[in-house]
């Protein structure tokens, strides 16, 4: 079974940094694009960034462009997302998602999530 | 910047067909996938390609895309489907979501 697990989540002050991970499993990690897109609380979904197979390109929302990077651990099968001059608007819920292919195809399978607060 | 749009909200009684619509410009000439969110739960992909279903999802859910608009269509809609929709393509490396249609069963 193809399963998408998030951590790393919690409260941080505004300015702070934070650092999400995926653990990917049922699949060969190695060999897709993921994504990591988030959901402000009662919002709807926004694109935050993806990174191919081999992590030779990377891609984010202009929102997070030069706060936010994106990395993988392909023998550990673990998808990254380090955050730093966090903002009240990047509060929401993050989800790692499984492209079908490459970086602009479809997304697959999605995370359960994990929630980032932005908040004094 | 490239825009997606769809309906805020669409309500079909049971057993009808629902069609929910998202509008972009020349979306035609691109992929538009659909996903389905309940409650509570993670987003779950029921359309890529514009009209391909993924394993699992059931033949009731149908999609189409020309011009300036993709459509996701469920036929027989069952009080299961009461969930939001959202489409999504790509632009200029960037994935593009609409804002979401909340479709309600009654």
């Known amino acids: 079974e193809v399963q998408l697990v998030e951590s790393g989540g919690g409260l941080v002050q505004p300015g702070g940094s934070l650092r999400l991970s995926c653990s990917a499993s049922?699949?060969?990690?190695?060999?897709?694009?993921i994504h990591w897109v988030r959901q402000a609380p009662g919002k709807g979904l926004e694109y935050v960034s993806a990174?191919?197979?081999?992590?030779?390109?990377?891609y984010y929302a202009d929102s997070v462009k030069g706060r936010f990077t994106i990395s993988r651990d392909n023998s550990k099968s673990t998808l990254y997302l380090q955050m730093s001059s966090l903002r009240a608007e990047d509060t929401a819920v993050y989800y790692c998602?499984?492209?079908?292919?490459?970086?602009?195809?479809?997304?697959?399978?999605w995370g359960q999530g994990t929630l980032v607060t932005v908040s004094s | 910047s490239y825009e997606l749009t769809q309906p805020p909200s669409v309500s079909v009684s049971p057993g009808q067909t629902a069609s929910i619509t998202c509008s972009g410009d020349?979306?035609?000439?691109?992929?538009v996938c659909w996903y389905q969110q309940k409650p509570g739960q993670s987003p779950l992909t029921v359309m890529y390609q514009d009209s391909k279903r993924p394993s699992g999802i059931p033949e009731r859910f149908s999609g189409s895309n020309s011009g300036n608009t993709a459509t996701l269509t469920i036929s027989g809609t069952q009080a299961m489907d009461e969930a939001d929709y959202y489409c999504q393509a790509w632009d200029s490396n960037t994935a593009i979501f609409g804002g979401g249609t909340k479709l309600t069963v009654l």
């Open positions: 020349k979306l035609g000439d691109k992929y």
């Open positions: 998602v499984k492209g079908r292919s490459s970086v602009f195809d479809a997304f697959d399978i």
């Open positions: 990174i191919s197979s081999n992590a030779g390109s990377t």
């Open positions: 049922g699949f060969t990690f190695s060999t897709y694009a």
